[in-house]
């Protein structure tokens, strides 16, 4: 499986970007698909994940009510909305993908995606 992020860039404090992750190679049907993110000097650290129906879905406390985590099999692709953006936002951002379970854990991974850059300007 390999998996392309996009739709990072720079952005101001409050303002909302959109991640897509587009998978390739094989079906990610029946993974679990989330998104990690590492900021410089700082261990990656988990964002949100969703089930592989996109009925269940988790997230960490810091983003909790900003960002939103879809997925479209169909596209083979998982989105992360990110809304209400803050300086502490700022990291590079990895899809990740688990088969059958949330991704909830970098060890717990199965593939990842190469990352894109977000920025959040105070």
């Known amino acids: 499986v390999q998996l392309q992020a996009c739709g990072g860039g720079l952005v101001q404090a409050g303002g909302f970007l959109r991640l897509s992750c587009a998978a390739s190679?094989?079906?990610?049907?029946?993974?679990?698909m989330g998104w990690f993110r590492q900021a410089p000097g700082k261990e990656r650290e988990f964002v949100a994940a969703?089930?592989?129906?996109?009925?269940?879905?988790t997230y960490a406390e810091t983003v909790k009510g900003r960002f939103t985590i879809s997925r479209d099999n169909a596209k083979n692709t998982v989105y992360l909305q990110m809304n209400s953006l803050k300086p502490e936002d700022t990291a590079v951002y990895y899809c990740?993908?688990?088969?059958?379970?949330?991704?909830?854990?970098?060890?717990?991974?199965?593939?990842w995606g190469q990352g894109t850059l977000v920025t959040v300007s105070s």
């Open positions: 969703c089930s592989w129906s996109d009925v269940s879905t």
């Open positions: 190679g094989r079906t990610v049907s029946t993974y679990g």
């Open positions: 990740a993908a688990r088969n059958r379970y949330f991704p909830i854990s970098s060890k717990s991974v199965d593939y």
